[in-house]
């Protein structure tokens, strides 16, 4: 471990994994006297991670130039991003970075990301603050589950059928009638089922689901405040990386794959938020900044561009619209028009989490628009360097003062 220390000076205890991934896995651990003897998390290396990863990603480049044509750039970045996860230590001082700035957040009250424990971490080895509580996805699925009677057959029956139908609907304001709905999964569940008892049942999953699109619009908000203020975020939001906390947080797990942006980065990338944000979008101006930020087409053509813009940081619902049945379709789509043939590196993982939340809105049968929830972060990182929009022009690139 370092420092002359053996595993057994350090950890009076290390449990069965609660968790694993391709390059590690974590495990629940008391520490030693010595050291505390806190409950922590330790996220531990597979042994030739690194190698067998490098060989998989070729393969898979290989196979993506076959079926996801156009994805080079954005494989590239991730590619690079992912490598810097082959060393724990960087992990920890994100971890900590990200802590510290969301200590002082408005957010403060309502997440928390771990505190990494930096004198017990190695590049191989992480030791990390436990946070009790459930993964998101979990939590929604066993509440769903209580409410159906104990059913978790049946929970995640619903959730699935109710991801597909927003997967495949064709409409932005898709809604249905939520009573119609429940009513068929009450009877689905139990045909004996009275209608008062249909009624309470009904008023439940509406406070469930009520209460999970809360969690994932803080979820949401809480990532914009990182991506245009602080310019410091997780690049990787998946669900097994969102806790509900027994303390009625969320917690905020797992930055191996953290992205740091530069004040340029982090303007340019709200100009084209704003520009989407808008109650009606120009898609000159959307085209313009997406140019500024450094996305560069073959034709240049405007409306395409604009297109793009929609794709990675609002919403797939055009696609949806044209028949594309997933956002790869309609990316292939966009390409066959006017191939995008530079991707800015910053623009990647923003993108990426983007999309990762609309699959969790998908859980929750919710259309999101990323680029609505993130408008207010954007404008507000657009004001507090005002005075800049003289120092830059249109798409926010930089000036010389005279």
Known sequence: M?????????????????????????????????????????????PNAESR????????????????????????????????????????????KVRSNMMKSPYKN????????????????????????????????EKLASILGGDVKMARKVLKAKQQALFESKHSSHQTNFLREVNDILVESNVNMSAIEKGKKAV?????????RNKLNLLLDATGYQIFNDGLYNGDPHPGNILVLDCGKLGLIDYGQTRDLTKHDRLALAAVICALGRTHVDKHEVS???????????DNNEENVANFAALYFDSDIAGKTLG??????????????????????PAVFVARTSFLFRGLGALLQQQLHTSQHWNHHAKMAIDRNGEGLELYNLGLTPIANE
């Open 53 to 96: 990863f490098r060989n998989d990603f070729k393969i898979f480049k290989t196979l993506c130039k076959v079926v996801l044509p156009g994805w080079d750039p954005i494989l590239r970045e991730i590619e690079l991003q992912m490598m810097t996860e082959f060393d724990y230590t960087n992990e920890g001082h994100n971890l900590q």
């Open 324 to 345: 594309y049945a997933t956002p790869q379709k309609y990316l292939q789509h966009l390409n066959a028009i006017d191939p995008m043939i530079d991707v800015p590196d």
């Open 2 to 46: 370092g420092q002359g220390l053996d595993i057994d000076d350090v950890f009076e205890s290390f449990d069965d994994v609660l968790g694993s991934a391709s390059i590690g896995q974590v495990h629940r651990a008391r520490l030693t006297p010595r050291f505390g003897g806190n409950v922590v998390a330790c996220k531990v290396m597979h």
């Open 110 to 141: 309502k997440v928390k990301v771990p505190d990494a424990i930096l004198d017990l971490t190695s590049k191989n080895l992480l030791v990390m603050e436990y946070l009790e509580g459930k993964k998101l996805a979990v939590a929604i699925e």
């Open 204 to 212: 439940q999953l509406m406070s469930m689901t009520r209460d999970a």
């Open 288 to 298: 313009n900044a997406m140019n500024e930020l450094g996305f560069k087409s073959r």
